[in-house]
């Protein structure tokens, strides 16, 4: 896990050298433990190493193999990286190193960008031809790892993080009006290859695109599950519970390669609690789990510290558990929306910013729970869209998912900061007309999973844990247990509420009360309320100086959100003046003015 930079020109000039060390510079928390540059014709990298897989120098990046002429650098991890090495040792090719990087570099040289089919993990990479000077950039099948790009006539730019990218340098910061648009309709989600700066883009997941000396490329979607039955497991569920219990069990036992200590962010929840109990059938003894809770709010607990313990019992973990007060929530919304890429409006991410600042004490790696209710229908408004006919699923989704309608956007806005039409309900509308969607539901988890997801919990704790230098695994995100959910039968994943093949498998392993349970979040009442002293915060970044240069928002709507927070709420009960006061202080912490 790691951080990595780039330039490429196309106008015969030599790559900025300087521009590539600052935005490798600005990734130092993604990797603390070694820095790297190279530059060789029109292209220069820039690396940032987190030690994970072969701690010596000879992991060290950005890595050259010299017999095959390419040059990489890569973040994430290769779960499979021991066996592709052996068949690649069996074609003859030999290893100067034990990481998974040089993995990569010898199945590009073997097989050329197809090498993205043979790799199971969380990826993002770029290598460099050097005889031809061709780059090739790649992103994992559901995003895990980020890669943000800008490019123009004269070179191409590309970082692990949005603020490496302005570290370097001559981006264009204006805001994009459909980022936005889809930022208030999607709780903070906007889905690559956007951002809400117009100067900036994201290499879409499951992507590989080619870069030629020119500036011209060509991007190929390497995988895409049909969200269609399998007629080799029909619709028994007993067939179907035991099919996802073995491809979960093999998920997490991939995400234990490391030469390092791995642990687990243990919220208590059925997800992370399944993870615990499948690593300790592993035998995994000794198992360091973490949870964390903050001070309650009114009448809304803020730990789930009951859950939590009696999973660490039932499988004798390691157990560390941290309670936060009220008053070090400011200078943790600081630091957290410092460490965003994007401006994020979940307030967990300020949970996980904390909790991964502990974690990282005592681990390198964790793993958990993220993705498991996208994949397995696990939310309380799958049922609603599931309902509705396959030609009404989109208004359905809008209806039961958005935050907003496309007018109630436009009212929140300054009107030269709004859409000239409705792009969030026209973005949902073409990806779920799109066929291999076999109903309703199918089509909703397709455009979750596939396209929203990697832009709201998996960048979620990916910026959050790589800002202590910690590397999060997502078992429920393994590509092949994605494959299988996709064909299950809606009914088996809606069923008790919501996720019901995944608590049939919980119960034959956890305590039921673990299972049974409510369902749960990650809990911040302070923000989720806008209690004090985050109000104050809130506040003074509405009414800055800067905040009233850019006049985004409509001020007479700001001023009645400040004079009354907890009334204005959106459909799905969140606070609109948290929602507009993210995006303002995002664009403050980063100095976009």
């Not at 050329?112 to 005889?131: Q, T």
Request: charged residues 25%.
């Amino acid at each position: 896990m790691c951080g990595l930079s780039g330039e490429v020109r196309f106008d015969g000039r030599r790559p900025d050298l300087a521009a590539v060390e600052r935005m490798t510079d600005e990734m130092e928390d993604r990797g603390p433990d070694g820095r790297g540059v190279w530059s060789q014709g029109a292209v220069a990298l820039g690396h940032r190493r987190l030690k994970i897989i072969d701690l010596s120098e000879s992991g060290a990046q950005p890595m050259t193999d010299p017999d095959l002429g390419i040059t990489g650098v890569f973040n994430g991890c290769v779960y499979n990286y021991r066996e592709l090495r052996q068949r690649l040792e069996g074609l003859g090719h030999r290893f100067f190193s034990d990481s998974d990087t040089e993995v990569l570099l010898k199945a590009y040289g073997q097989w050329g960008d197809a090498c993205v089919e043979r790799l199971v993990g969380m990826f993002a990479f770029a290598v460099v031809e050097h005889h031809t000077g061709r780059v090739v950039l790649g992103r994992d099948r559901l995003g895990i790892k980020p890669l943000y790009l800008t490019q123009d006539g004269d070179r191409l730019r590309f970082a692990s993080s949005l603020p490496a990218l302005l570290a370097g340098g001559g981006v264009d910061t204006s805001l994009d009006p459909v980022a936005l648009h889809q930022y208030l309709s999607w709780h903070g989600t906007v889905p690559a290859p956007r951002t809400v700066l117009s100067g900036v883009r994201k290499l879409p997941q499951a992507t590989v695109r080619v870069v030629e000396r020119d500036g011209t490329y060509r991007d190929r979607c390497y995988w895409e599950p049909s969200y269609t039955r399998r007629a080799d497991l029909g619709t028994d569920p007993q067939e179907w519970r035991e099919a996802l219990r073995q491809a979960l069990h093999t998920a997490v036992r991939r995400r234990t390669v490391a030469d390092v200590p791995v642990g687990v962010l243990l919220s208590g929840g059925l997800d992370s609690s399944l993870i615990v109990a499948l690593l300790a059938q592993e035998g995994q003894g000794g198992l360091a789990t973490f949870a964390m809770g903050f001070e309650s709010e009114g009448d809304e607990e803020g730990d789930e510290f009951h859950y939590s313990r009696l999973v660490a019992r039932r499988f004798s973990t390691d157990h560390h558990q941290f309670m936060i007060p009220s008053d070090r929530l400011p200078a943790a919304l600081e630091t957290a929306i410092g460490a965003m890429s994007e401006p994020m409006v979940s307030h967990d991410a300020v949970a996980f910013h904390l909790l991964s600042e502990q974690v990282a004490k005592d681990v390198k790696v964790v793993l958990c729970g993220q993705g498991a209710d996208e994949v397995f229908a696990g939310y309380h408004w799958y049922p609603r869209i599931a309902a509705a006919g396959r030609a009404d699923a989109p208004d359905a989704y809008a209806e039961a998912y958005f935050d907003r309608t496309h007018a109630d956007v436009a009212a929140l806005l300054h009107p030269d900061a709004v859409a000239d039409h409705d792009a969030s309900r026209e973005f949902v509308r073409a990806h779920m007309a799109s066929p291999g969607a076999q109903s309703t539901l199918d089509a909703a988890l397709r455009l979750d999973v596939h396209m929203l997801m990697a832009d709201d919990p998996v960048k979620r704790v990916d910026n959050m844990t790589m800002a202590w230098g910690l590397e999060a695994r997502v078992p429920f995100l393994d590509h092949e247990l994605v494959e299988l959910a996709a064909a299950c039968p809606p009914e088996l994943k809606l069923a008790q509420e919501g996720k019901g093949v995944l608590k049939d498998i919980g119960r034959q392993i956890l305590p039921r009360e673990v299972v049974d349970r409510p369902k749960g979040y990650f809990p911040v009442p302070a923000v989720r309320h806008m209690a004090e002293p985050v109000l104050t915060r809130v506040r003074d970044a509405l009414t800055a100086p800067e905040a009233r240069r850019r006049n985004l928002f409509d001020q007479d709507r700001v001023a009645r959100l400040l004079a009354d927070p907890a009334r204005h709420r959106t459909k799905r009960g969140a606070s609109t003046l948290w929602q507009v006061a993210s995006l303002e202080i995002w664009l403050q912490t980063h100095g976009i003015n």
